[in-house]
């Protein structure tokens, strides 16, 4: 910090300023430092942009704006028009026809497996697997799953063995779930598909959109659609469930923070959380999901570490102003680590399974112990749309700066 802030601080601590009016003030003029040898137009805000006392004080400080129900429809209305705003969505692109390709069918225990693949804009595919129970009848719920940024070939995306279990143990629960990779990941990173990209923020939101859609289009049920996921998967849940009022239940895993908003690219590397007369953070966006039901889960070990003392009380504190604050809750696993392991799975199950009319016996056994032995875990091409029967389509995209948005 250089003399003259800390100057600038003593002098409104003698003067008998506020500590969150210095703590705002010191989180913008910082960020204008650290940004004025770059871009002094820069409005991104990425990584730990604050430091946790910064982030507390803003969330004390913009608390104090919306006090009704109503006050907080039009703060969360602005929230999810700077997102779409600042992710160059503002006016959405006209949707093309979806035109699945779709896999062969294994079945396991209670579910089968079934890859596929669609298109979010002409030629651009999403790709991924849909777990679907066995003993579906009639409209059944439909979970999206997103993944984090785990990037090691050996845990890898959504084909890590953890997260295969979550797919399957959800679709033998009694839903149909999506499970897609991110932009740049899985097959489409070998056809040419980069994740570090300038726009993955954009085509990420745009491929969620897609993906409800997709889940619509086979049958789901459109009032018991829910998104989950850890990390950047867990950005991805907050972000869809704020521009996108289809998600009817949301739970965001080790993700949401006061003062960490995100290191990718496609969380905070386009300007969805700040204009030169605006601010949010992570918080708000997430409680944008109010009072639709939500669980948060937080671990001891990353930006999460001060959910029950700060994330938390201010999100229930707006799930209060509808007079629902019970449609909010929350785990804390102190002695966990980042990730969706085998504690937050059990945190998640239940919750799932109250807020979408699932079998919560089919996921835990009566010890309370997950009933997971049974998943068979299928190896990462396994999981892949493409191949010899199935052909990449002649017009597929198969890099970012290929893509056409109209």
Known sequence: MNSCI????RFLLQTGFSVIFILISFAVNSQKSKTRDNNSESMLCVGNYWTEAEGKAFLENIRKSYTTAEEWKARAGEIRSQI????????????CPLNPVFGEKRTYDGYQVQNVAFESLPGVYVTGSLYTPLDAKGK?????????HWSKPEDYGRYRPDAQKRFAVMARMGAMVFAYDMVGYGQMAEFGWTHKHPQALKMQLWNSIRSVDFLLSMGVDPDRIAI????????QTFLLTAVDDRIAV??????????FFGGCVCESGMPIHRRKDFQTNNVEIAACA?????????????????TPLVEYPHIKYIYGL???????AHVHLPNDKHGYDYNKRAAV?????????LDVTKAINPDGSLNENSIVIEDQKALYTFDDKHPFPAKGVKTNDDVVWK
């Open 6 to 9: 800390i100057k600038r601080r």
């Open 84 to 95: 779409l705003k600042g992710a160059g969505l503002e006016k959405f692109p006209e949707k």
């Open 140 to 148: 059944i719920p439909g979970i999206l799953n997103t993944h984090g």
């Open 228 to 235: 989950t996921g850890a990390s950047g998967g867990g950005t």
């Open 250 to 259: 949301s739970v965001p895993v080790v993700q949401v923070s006061a003062h």
């Open 290 to 306: 109010a009072p639709r039901p939500m669980l948060l889960v937080s671990d001891g070990d990353d930006w999460t570490k001060n």
């Open 322 to 328: 509808f007079g629902k604050p019970d449609m909010v």
């Open 349 to 357: 199950y239940p919750f799932l399974a109250k807020y979408l009319g």
